[in-house]
């Protein structure tokens, strides 16, 4: 029997989070975005070495802050690098829900150009999401077509405020 490259329940990418309190994180991370815990190992002093959550049908992984090994959370380096995205099933409720379990509001949940209905989110451990909801396939004229009237709708709105 040969070994699967890619284990069975992961994708080609998975994400791998460092946070500053693992434990208090995916508690969080249960209640905003609906994941279920996969398992954790924690090490001596109680830090989460590396643990597994799932979130629809993709695995994130996560560990506590390592520091004396180079691992800093965005709460430690002053922000995230990068964002993590979810597509759902009614995203006015899943960002209701993230936002009621700590989640800062960046961007207010609204029918984007690109054909989603599409919201940002800080969480509590600096952690940049977006959650979207598809509405409407679109050719990637259509999206061009509706990035230049955004643009040019905020463009003046700056001129006028």
């Known amino acids: 029997m040969s070994v699967k490259p890619i284990p069975d329940g992961y994708h080609t990418l998975t994400p791998f989070l460092t946070v500053r309190d693992a434990v208090r994180a995916i ?3 249960k209640q905003a975005f609906g994941a279920v815990e996969r398992g954790a190992a924690k090490g001596p002093d109680g830090k989460v070495m590396h643990a597994e959550l799932k979130i629809g049908d993709s695995v994130i992984m996560l560990s506590d ?5 180079g691992s800093l959370s965005p709460l430690s380096t002053g922000g995230a690098g990068m964002g993590l995205h979810i597509y ?5 409720a899943a960002f209701d829900r993230a936002v009621k379990a700590g989640a800062k509001v960046d961007m207010p949940v609204m029918d984007q150009f690109w ?3 599409y ?3 800080t969480d509590p451990f ?3 999401w ?3 909801t598809h509405t409407k396939d679109m050719s990637m004229d259509e999206m061009k077509h509706g990035m230049d009237e955004a643009m040019e709708k905020s463009q003046k709105m700056q001129k006028t405020a």
Not at 88 to 92: A, E, H, I, K, T
């Open 27 to 29: 508690e969080f991370y």
């Open 65 to 69: 802050e390592w520091p004396e090994f």
């Open 88 to 92: 759902v099933d009614g995203v006015d």
């Open 115 to 117: 054909g989603d209905r």
């Open 119 to 121: 919201g940002k989110l």
């Open 126 to 128: 600096g952690h940049k």
């Open 130 to 132: 977006s959650i979207a």
